[in-house]
């Protein structure tokens, strides 16, 4: 018996374990591998740098920009889809008319690509006819004909609105998955007290939704190192490198300026802050597990 | 001056009718106990009251006032929920001074309170710990103390005794009645389990499908049931129901059972047939075979302090139940002859209500 | 005895006035306006003409249905090919990688092993890096293997990049599926493969559902590693040729909105359809993540 099972054990693993590991792991450590030499892409002759390409990451100024970028762009997320989630999330969880229409309408962006909402919102930030512009217009006295994505200061940012809009179903979505959970009663103890919808969301809905909160940041905070779709079709991180992230970066050392060995020791560290956040999440994760289990 | 007055309540959800009507008046310190069925509407009614549900028709007055479109909080009414609804993320403390913080009281006075509450339910000790530390009996206290704080007018309770175990039921239900002999304070009351009802309520109103069946004190309703539903309900185990004849014989009519008459009706009846409700206790085995009928012993449930035999019977497709008087021992296959306790019977229409109790 | 639509007149009279769920509605709605107004300038933007575009009215409503765009990119070859690579890509990646999560959730679930939830934490957590942490090895990868400029890297990739999450779905709902059920059909002499087919599979029809319309998508819609692994045109997915023709018809922007809009239709169409399994599993996958 217990072999026969150790032995469908290993039939059913063989696949999903070694595909995995072939191609996610294994990759994974060659990156290690790579960084630590000054591959080119094509040449199959490379040599071992030690650790000159971690050297270049600390004097190479684009990739201090790209990483501050890349903090700012995890902020906003933690705010932006974060807080706009939980809002709407709460709004419609209030009983209104029409909940499901609008959990689908604020849902929708998700199931669109990355190069479909960068291609819409290009549209919104064109200077000339774009929406944004076209509707400052109208509540200015001048034309206004200003550059999202062209000007540094603020092509970033436009990005990450763009990023958001995408986002915020999603953060909502599970906000609205955390306020189903409460039970109802927690709710009607709050009626019965007399307690204001402000209080109610203060003292019990969010405390409660620490779990889901703990998620959404999780989520944004990932998601927004895998940031990198949008971007390449909106500002392709120009100009002048304003709107790099790391992710950004990686492709362009590696795939544009070919190179890899390089490329492969941002993906290095890439990776260890994805770890180090995968960490924190799986501690908060299991903190909060203790509080409401 | 009543301290609950329910004025011809009515609850619809959609077009189901859940609430057909329901008056009622409730004493100051009276503890009444809405008894039924799952799904009769009770904890509708319950709802209701708080204002958690707010009523299609009719009115709610609390101590005189009419709250029927009165915010919850303002009701001056506390609720006990059946899941206790306590706030995980929140000490004991901070679960019974939940209300006070809403208002922005003093954090001093709030602490003074919450310790007066607990002292009162002996929780004193618990006060730093959370919920899920609690046990059920605990967590059942802590509820109540966040109802008592408040100084409501009018406590509900929501089946609070269902998530306990047996023996703690019995302990907490003793809690209860004594908390309300202190406090004497009005107890509005929904349980499904009619030995619940039966313990603690000074009235008991027994609800069937969003209507009240019966309003009284315990003893009046295992009594003198209204109808067959009342009848059926309160007493466990329950009431026999067996079908009965009538026959008219002259100015009289007589009860027959299985083509023995039974008793006799003064008056003549207008009607057939009708239902006889008899208690386990009002039957017993005849000593000799000058009996109402006999019955073949099924089986017997001894429970210690009493025993119940279930009889089959040649007229009747459900079993008999029959209490068993002490020392008296029978077994499973005897064939034995049954009498009925002439005071006692009760006889139902067809339609279920009672048309005579006690000697006819 | 007063009627019941009397009575109820009366209460609705005595009943205080909630502001609430009105303002709460009007809020949302304003809210939702905003949140299609881009989506929405795209669909009005397919079904201009060039010259109704050209004088600055693309966010406005078109003063007449104009099918012109959308003739001109199905008519376009190239736009063929990209769809069929996209297909040819999504539907094996997405078949494979349930298939390896069905056969991985199922051992995690149901027949753990010392060291178990050690191996599925590993599995899982690739759900959570930047694809461009293993971008360099693969390429090199498929480059040795010769398969760069096929469809073959991209189905591969897809393939192991969804085992964490169809692995993690498949576990969480194959252990609501009861023991009882599964010791019953080893009484009756099933194997676990016959378990797994005939007993837990047919009760996790919604779990494949959730997987399937995610996995579509994710894949459907992915930019990046078509981006890596292919370099001539005919090869391309329709996320990246939208980007490549957008060169092609820099100014047109009806072509492009009708581009868009044919793009994305098989995924709106699998949200419409199959919505509320596309949420479920947004939220199953993260919130037990």
């Known amino acids: ?28 450590l060659s990156s290690f591998y790579y960084s630590f030499t000054n591959w080119n892409g094509f040449n199959p002759n490379y040599d071992f740098v030690g650790f000159d390409n971690f050297a270049k990451i600390y004097t190479d100024r684009l990739f201090a920009s790209a990483a501050i970028n890349t903090v700012i762009w995890m902020v906003a997320a933690i705010i932006l889809p974060t807080g706009l989630g939980l809002f709407l999330a709460l709004l419609i969880d209030s009983r209104v008319p029409g909940g499901t229409l609008f959990k689908s309408v604020f849902y929708l962006p998700i199931c669109l690509s990355a190069v479909v909402v960068g291609q819409v919102w290009v549209w919104i930030y064109q200077p000339d006819w774009g929406l944004l512009n076209t509707v400052l217009t109208y509540f200015s006295s001048e034309k206004i004909n200003y550059a999202w994505l062209a000007k540094p200061e603020s092509a970033l ?5 763009a990023w958001s809009w995408q986002q915020t179903g999603l953060s909502m979505v599970i906000y609205l998955a955390g306020l189903t959970a409460i039970p109802s009663d927690l709710q009607e103890v709050c009626e019965l007290e007399g307690s204001s919808w402000w209080q109610k969301v203060r003292l019990v809905l969010l405390p409660l939704l620490a779990p889901a909160t703990v998620v959404v940041i999780a989520l944004s905070v990932i998601n927004s190192l895998k940031g990198f ?32 060995g390089y490329g492969s020791a941002i993906a290095v560290v ?14 908060q994760l299991r903190k909060v597990d203790e509080i409401y289990s | 001056m009543s301290s609950l007055k329910l004025q011809d309540v009515r609850k619809n959800f ?30 509708t009614m319950l709802r209701i009251i708080s204002g958690l549900d707010q009523v299609t028709s009719g009115r709610i007055f609390i101590a005189g006032n009419d709250v029927t479109f009165t915010h919850p909080s303002k009701r001056q009414v506390a609720m006990v929920f059946q899941s206790y609804a306590l706030f995980p993320h929140m000490t004991v403390a901070q679960n019974i001074g939940f209300g006070l913080r809403l208002a ?16 009162v339910l002996q929780i004193e000790d618990l006060l730093g710990r959370y919920p899920r530390q609690l046990s059920g009996g605990q967590r059942q206290r802590v509820a109540i103390g966040r109802a008592i704080i408040r100084n409501p007018r009018v406590f509900l309770f929501d089946e609070p005794l269902s998530n306990l175990d047996a023996a703690l039921r019995v302990q907490m239900r003793l809690e209860i009645a004594r908390l309300h ?39 009046e309703v295992y009594e003198s049931p209204a109808n067959k539903f009342v009848a059926g309900f309160i007493g466990a185990p329950s009431m026999n129901f067996l079908k009965a004849s009538i026959r008219a014989e002259g100015g009289r009519s007589s009860i027959q059972l299985y083509g023995a008459a039974l008793a006799y009706l003064p008056d003549r009846f207008a009607r057939e047939y009708i239902e006889l409700g008899i208690r386990p206790e009002h039957l017993s085995f005849s000593e000799s075979s000058d009996c109402d009928f006999w019955g073949v012993v099924e089986l017997v449930e001894e429970l210690g302090s009493e025993s119940f035999a279930y009889l089959q019977t040649e007229f009747n497709p459900e079993p008999v139940t029959i209490r068993l008087e002490p020392n008296k021992k029978v077994k499973a296959g005897d064939k034995l002859p049954v009498s009925i306790d002439r005071n006692a019977m009760h006889v139902f229409s067809e339609s279920g209500s009672t048309v005579a109790i006690g000697r006819i | 005895m007063k009627s019941i639509a009397e009575s109820a007149d009366i209460s609705a009279s005595a009943r205080p006035f909630n502001p609430w769920p009105g303002t709460i509605f009007a809020c949302l709605s304003v809210l939702a306006l905003l949140f299609l107004a881009p989506t929405f300038g795209v ?27 959308f003739a001109d990119v199905l008519s376009n070859p190239a736009v063929h090919q990209y769809l069929l690579n996209t297909f040819l890509v999504t539907a094996p990646a997405t078949a494979a990688s349930i298939t390896l999560g069905v056969l991985g959730g199922y051992v995690f679930a149901k027949l753990p092993f010392k060291g178990s939830d050690l191996l599925f934490l590993a599995l899982v957590s690739g759900m959570f890096f930047p694809p461009q942490v293993i971008l360099i090895p693969l390429f090199r990868l498929f480059n040795s293997m010769g398969l760069i400029d096929t469809l073959w890297p991209m189905i591969i990739v897809h393939t192991a990049m969804g085992i964490p999450i169809c692995t993690l779905l498949m576990r969480n709902f194959f252990a609501t599926v009861p023991n009882p059920l599964r010791e019953c059909a080893i009484i009756e002499g099933a194997n676990e493969w016959q378990i797994l087919v005939l007993v837990a599979l047919p009760l996790s029809l919604p779990a494949l559902a959730v997987l399937a319309t995610l996995q579509f998508t994710w894949i459907w819609n992915d930019f990046l590693w078509p981006l890596i692994f292919t370099q001539s045109d005919d090869k391309r997915t329709i996320m990246l040729g939208l980007v490549f023709m957008r060169g092609q018809y820099s100014v047109a922007w009806g072509i492009q909105g009708a581009m868009s809009l044919i793009a994305s239709l098989p995924t709106l169409l699998v949200f419409l359809f199959f919505q509320r399994y596309f949420i479920k599993g947004m939220t199953m996958g993260a919130v037990k993540g």
């Open chain 2, 14 to 43: 959609g077009t189901q009718t859940v609430i057909h009507g329901i008056d009622l008046d409730v004493e100051e310190g009276e503890f009444i106990v809405f008894v039924g069925p799952s799904g009769c509407g009770k904890s």
């Open chain 1, 229 to 260: 779709d949008i971007l390449f079709i909106m500002t392709e991180g120009g100009p002048f490198n304003s709107s790099d992230t790391l992710a950004m970066h990686m492709y362009n050392e590696s795939f544009r300026k070919y190179y890899m």
């Open chain 1, 157 to 161: 940012f436009s990005v990450i609105v």
């Open chain 3, 43 to 69: 669909l009005m933007s397919s079904i201009k003409s060039k010259r109704e575009i050209a004088f600055g009215q693309l966010w406005t409503m078109p003063s007449e249905l104009f099918l012109g765009n």
């Open chain 1, 1 to 28: 018996m217990d072999r026969s099972i150790a032995l469908w054990r290993t039939v059913f693993l063989i696949l999903p374990v070694s595909v995995f590991a072939v191609f996610v792991i294994w990759p994974l």
């Open chain 2, 181 to 219: 002999n202190r406090l004497g304070a009005t107890i509005v009351y929904v349980t499904h389990d009619q030995t619940e009802a039966m313990t603690l309520a000074d009235r008991i109103v027994v609800i069937k499908e969003g209507e009240i069946a019966q309003v009284g004190n315990p003893l």
């Open chain 2, 104 to 119: 922005k009281l003093p954090k001093a006075e709030i602490a003074k309170r919450v310790f007066a509450a607990a002292e």
């Open chain 1, 270 to 283: 890439l990776f260890l802050v994805a770890l180090a956040i995968i960490w924190l999440y799986f501690r």
